[in-house]
């Protein structure tokens, strides 16, 4: 199957110049989203994770199926303020100013296998962020897995060499 075909490009969006990338397409197409997650988990299956960590919102959409296709755990990752738990946290940048995301506490045990799983790999800040979180939490990346990597923004490089990572669709 050709997963380009299936998500929709919408010329300058939210900013003149952009280029998004529309996921919806591909999610309201039951055999398409189907076969996405099941590329996805054709490459985390042989990570063996304990759990699969996605970021709010769209990380979830990815995530979840991904983990009950491996029978693994989901954990989210949030905004700051929207976990009613006990939480961890860990800032990032943006492009005026800053923000923060969090993971409940105990939602990674130390040495728990863990694949973090998102829509896109763009410039990498916010599955920096996520793997901040993990590491401080004791979990042990396996291994990243998107839908789609915009290549020129080079996120990738932010999540350095030592991790595998998969991407369906790489424009």
């Known amino acids: ?16 110049g952009i280029r998004f ?3 919806t397409t591909l999610l309201k ?4 989203y189907k076969a996405a997650i099941e590329k996805l988990a054709e490459f985390a299956r042989e990570k063996k994770p304990d759990l699969i960590v996605g970021p709010e919102a769209r990380g979830f959409v990815v995530g979840c199926p991904l983990a009950i296709q491996l029978g693994a755990g989901f954990v989210p990752v949030r905004k700051k303020g929207k976990l009613p738990c006990e939480t961890v946290q860990a800032e990032y940048s943006l492009e005026y100013g800053k923000d923060a995301l969090a993971m ?3 939602a990674i045990q130390p040495g728990q296998r863990v694949l973090i799983a998102d829509d896109l790999l763009a ?10 979180l993990v590491k401080q939490l004791g979990g ?3 291994g990243f897995a998107f839908l789609i990597e915009l ?6 490089e932010k999540l350095g060499d030592e991790h595998d990572i998969f991407t369906l669709i790489q424009y």
């Open 140 to 142: 042990e990346i396996v």
């Open 151 to 156: 290549t020129y923004l080079n996120g990738r």
């Open 21 to 23: 990338k529309d996921i």
């Open 1 to 16: 199957m050709d997963f380009k075909e299936k998500i929709r490009v919408i010329p300058d969006y939210p900013h003149e």
């Open 29 to 32: 197409d039951g055999p398409a």
């Open 123 to 132: 410039t990498g800040g916010t599955i920096q962020t996520t793997l901040n």
């Open 104 to 106: 409940h506490k105990d």
